[in-house]
């Protein structure tokens, strides 16, 4: 098995070699949004870097299953500016684009702003050391994105309806060679929102999100990332998933899904 979701391929430097890791855990051959999401933001952070500047936005739209094979990833900046810029990317196979992903990257304040301080966010969850580890993700799949992580829930399990408070930490690199990245380890988590805080009957029901949108007000700090999720279902077929994202040491900011919901 390998120990990195994906492999950069040495003969092309913009293309990435899918491994097991990927993979869902309802089919053999498509790959859970998180991994390719964190890609998106592996190459967003390493186009046209600038000192001084951090991404404040994600936001990827998921145009189709995304297969087990190799991703060719293109990023560029499309808006320039002194203190905001916008950044597309673009993930594609052979058959074409699978994914796409906008951008918000920031000139971060220096000396920072002297804001008051009961206006900052506060509050925190229990650690992810402070629960037990929860029964295996029941999946069709030995290998997969289910088993390329830990997950600790404060509140709520995958065998219960309902929000959820759950903590995710992914084990491998998301490219073979590097360390993931905040900005990495944040976006392969908050593709979880629906699943961790999945209200209707997994066995029945299918709640598949077509985007995902990750906004930071900070830079997230160590491994873990908190969700402290909840699902919103709607009988015409349309819901959204919702997410407060945390850390260790307190708020970061927020992720969005929105879900197509039927039935199997």
């Known amino acids: 098995m390998s120990d ?3 492999l950069p391929d040495p003969a092309q430097p913009d293309r990435f070699l899918s491994t097991e890791l990927t ?8 790959q859970h949004a998180g991994p390719p999401s964190a890609l998106l933001g592996h190459v967003i952070e390493r186009c046209e870097p600038r000192p001084g500047f951090q991404v404040g936005r994600v936001a990827v739209d998921i145009l189709g299953p995304v297969p087990l094979a190799p991703l060719t990833a293109a990023a560029r900046v499309v808006r320039p500016g002194r203190s905001v ?12 684009p699978v994914m796409r992903a906008n951008a918000w990257r920031f000139k971060l304040s ?12 506060t ?9 037990e ?14 088993t390329a992580i830990d997950y600790r829930f404060v509140s709520g399990s995958f065998a219960e309806p309902g929000p959820a408070i759950c903590w995710i930490r ?15 380890r944040t ?16 066995s029945k029901y299918l709640f598949i999100n077509t985007d995902l949108t990750v906004t930071l007000h900070r830079q997230p700090a160590g491994e873990w990332v908190c969700l402290d999720a909840v699902t919103y279902p709607q009988p015409h077929g349309i819901g959204m998933a919702e997410s407060a994202l945390y850390d260790e040491k307190g708020p970061l900011g927020r992720s969005t899904q929105t879900l197509f919901l039927g039935t199997r």
């Not at 220096?110 to 900052?120: C, H």
Request: aromatic letters at 8%.
């Open 110 to 121: 220096e000396p920072e702003l002297p804001l008051p301080e009961r206006f900052l966010p």
């Open 4 to 6: 990195a979701f994906y």
């Open 85 to 96: 810029e916008l950044i597309e990317a673009t993930l594609s196979t052979e058959r074409g």
């Open 170 to 184: 992914i084990k491998h690199p998301i490219v073979a060679g590097t360390e993931p990245s905040p900005l990495e």
């Open 187 to 202: 976006l392969a988590a908050a593709d979880s929102g629906n699943g961790v805080s999945a209200i209707l009957d997994w």
């Open 23 to 30: 993979r869902g855990p309802w089919s053999p051959d498509a």
């Open 133 to 146: 580890a929860p029964e295996p993700f029941p999946s069709t799949q030995p290998i997969g994105f289910h």
């Open 123 to 131: 509050g925190t969850r229990p650690g992810p050391e402070q629960v």
